[in-house]
């Protein structure tokens, strides 16, 4: 029973206010106010229990400022005169097994800890709004096939690669052998910024229960992703094994990035600081969009030594290219040609274009990166819901400065690098400068 519940890996945080308007701050808005954030377990668990210490953390959207608390007996966690604004909310918690069974009567079946996370986001904290009550949601175990590096942000305009040399890294999280064969990643569609239009949701991300083609209802926000673009691994089932503490990278052009080249017009690329970028010639894959669109995008060099990723779903660009400010969401899923048939098709809501989006239920997720800005005025809608991402990760030197986001670095089992996957990218993802096949602490 618990594993098949520790499996789910929800993260469900739950405000007990609306969002905020113009007005929210009030006469009042200088005054500090004491806070409160009411954690407690999700319904999978005995919900009389609280966690007690576990950790609560606010940041001031604004000014980037944090607040640390630990949850009393009653699993609450106390502020004392916070400043009213607009915060994130994240909460982490963390018990042995033994604890586990000692709280909840049953054992956890597993030798490691047993984590639980929870977030929110948009808070709003004043003188009508001191409290908060948030879900903890126990996280999938360690293993799987995930998103490992995602280098979105792309080298110096002038100096460097431009958004040419992206790339995204998928590693193998597990003790056993996994068959890449199948495996999809997706970019998801979605707000870029907050909107507050007749087609949102209050959160400001697009209210896609009025999207042409939805037949999902209020569900389409809530059980379902948007897919804009999804590329799959080829293969007939074994032929690309990933050894348990080894990865695949996947390069949106897999050349030596660090040279000059020729584009497909025939026009030279000068690279004026190879440091600045990275060699891919050695990718394990490359996207290469020529057959797909009948035409080549100048800067889609084919690589005839490196396979091409198999073109799933189609919607924008003409070559795989990640947003380099940050503001998509990432995703890693398994469907079969039948069930992708099958899934919907919806345009934008706003329907100033004809473009369709795939519409994928949430419960074909592997795993999911949300990506934003910045963790302040710049906080992108999201994408993924807090089940399979409760945070964000961010760029901190903003776009064009050859740095990726990257997992931490856990712990270490006879050699095998074990890679932080808490399904919270805030605390998981580090910034590193982007190279293959590399680590972070």
Not at 258 to 266: A, E, I, L, R, V
Not at 316 to 321: E, S
Not at 397 to 420: E, P
Request: charged fraction near 20%; aromatic fraction near 10%; glycine fraction near 8%.
């Amino acid at each position: 029973m618990l594993k098949k519940l520790i499996l789910l890996t929800p993260f469900v945080a739950t405000l007990l206010f609306n969002s905020c308007s113009d007005d929210d701050f009030g006469a009042n808005a200088i005054q500090a106010v004491n806070f409160t954030t009411k954690v407690k377990f999700d319904k999978s668990f005995d919900g009389t229990k609280f966690p007690v210490n576990a950790k609560t953390t606010l940041k001031n959207a604004q000014t980037g400022v944090t607040f640390e608390a630990v949850t009393n007996e009653k699993g609450e966690a106390i502020f004392p005169q916070l400043t009213p604004g607009v915060y994130t909310a994240n909460v982490v918690f963390s018990i042995t097994p033994a604890k586990f069974e000692e709280l909840f009567g049953y054992p956890a079946d597993t030798k490691d800890n047993v984590e639980f996370n929870g977030a929110a986001q948009n808070v709003t904290v004043n003188s009508t709004n001191v409290s908060l009550e948030i879900e903890l949601n126990s996280v999938k175990p360690i293993g799987g096939l995930i998103l490992k590096q995602i280098y979105y942000g792309g080298s110096h305009i002038k100096e460097g690669a431009l958004f040419r040399d992206q790339f995204l890294e998928i590693y193998n999280n597990s003790n056993e052998v996994i068959y890449a064969d199948g495996l999809i990643f997706g970019q998801l569609f979605g707000a870029y910024s907050v909107e507050n239009q007749p087609y949102s949701q209050p959160n400001g991300q697009l209210d896609w229960s009025k999207a042409e083609g939805n037949k999902e209802g209020a569900k389409a926000n809530t059980d379902f992703v948007y897919v804009a673009n999804a590329i799959r691994v080829p293969g007939n089932g074994k032929t690309y094994p990933v050894q348990p503490g080894q990865s695949i990278t996947i390069a949106q052009t897999a050349i030596n990035h660090k040279g000059n080249y020729t584009d497909s017009n025939g026009k030279v690329i000068e690279i004026l600081k190879p440091e600045l970028t990275v060699d891919l010639s050695n990718a394990d894959f490359e996207v290469n969009m020529t057959s797909y669109l009948g035409s080549q995008y100048s800067y889609d060099i084919q690589n005839p030594a490196v396979p091409d990723m198999d073109i799933v779903w189609w919607a924008t660009n003409r070559d795989l290219v990640l947003d380099n400010l940050g503001r998509q969401a990432y995703i890693l899923f398994r469907a079969t040609d039948e069930e992708i048939k099958g899934f919907g098709k919806v345009k934008n809501p706003n329907n100033k274009t004809a473009l369709e989006y795939l519409q994928l239920p949430n419960h074909f997720i592997l795993d999911g990166v949300e990506t934003t800005q910045d963790m302040g005025s710049k906080l992108v809608p999201k994408k993924l819901q807090n089940k399979q991402d409760a945070g964000y990760a961010y760029l901190t030197g903003g776009s064009y400065t050859s740095t990726s986001i990257i997992r931490k670095t856990q712990k270490t089992i006879n050699g095998r690098i074990i890679l932080k996957d808490t399904n919270n990218s805030t605390n998981d993802f580090v910034n590193i400068k982007a190279e293959q096949k590399i680590f972070a602490k």
